[in-house]
């Protein structure tokens, strides 16, 4: 296999990305940064795209990345400074396998080099802070053929019935202190027994 070698730098170390298309919509991303190894793994359907991502120790790649494609899954090969690491894709998981896997009739899928800039970046922007809410306006009265109904204090009205319940305003009821008949606000004389108000 051939492998262009565009190596970015970055500060004090290289940065060399890869990214491998595992069909079905997915495709797996290879940063080696430094002495750290990330793999992204990214899904894309219609209409909306999922990533899961992570990352272990290396040390700096010797060689490119290997990709494998198993009975079993997705197997990705690192030679680094610290050795071979191998991990395992199945469906939208990873694992570290801890033993060297059987590679024997693996299909060997292809990868592109690519920018350090093309690589999904996780993180999502910032959420707008919310506008304060407005008060809600006073309930309009309703009206359904001859039926009228509003709120506060609660009537309902249809036809020549009326029905209210509560009032904004509660009507202040009057007795005269002689008898203890009721009197209106207005009177000056009590109706029952007559004595001045």
């Given at each position: ?8 730098k ?19 991303y ?24 992570s990352s ?58 690519v ?7 996780t ?64 009177d ?10």
């Open positions: 296999m051939n492998y262009s070698q565009k190596v970015v970055k500060t004090d170390f290289e940065i060399m990305v890869y990214v491998c298309n595992l069909g079905l919509g997915q495709q797996v290879l940063e080696n940064a430094g002495i750290e190894t990330v793999i992204r793994l990214v899904s894309s359907s219609a209409g909306q795209q999922q990533q899961s991502s272990f120790v290396t040390g700096k790649w010797l060689i490119p990345p290997s990709v494998f494609r198993t009975p079993t899954g997705v197997v990705l090969r690192f030679e680094g400074e610290q050795g071979s690491r191998f991990v395992m894709l199945q469906g939208s998981g990873m694992s570290v396998l801890t033993a060297i896997p059987s590679l024997t009739g693996a299909e060997v899928l292809p990868l592109q080099q920018a350090s800039e093309e690589m999904p970046k993180t999502m922007e910032p959420m707008k802070p919310m506008e304060p809410m407005k008060p809600m306006e006073p309930m309009k009265p309703m009206g359904m053929g001859n039926m009228q109904m509003s709120m506060n204090p609660m009537q309902m009205q249809m036809g020549n019935m009326a029905m209210q319940i509560g009032s904004p305003t509660q009507e202040v009821k009057h007795f005269c202190p002689q008898c203890g008949g009721a009197v209106k606000e207005r000056r004389f009590c109706s029952s027994c007559g004595n001045p108000l």
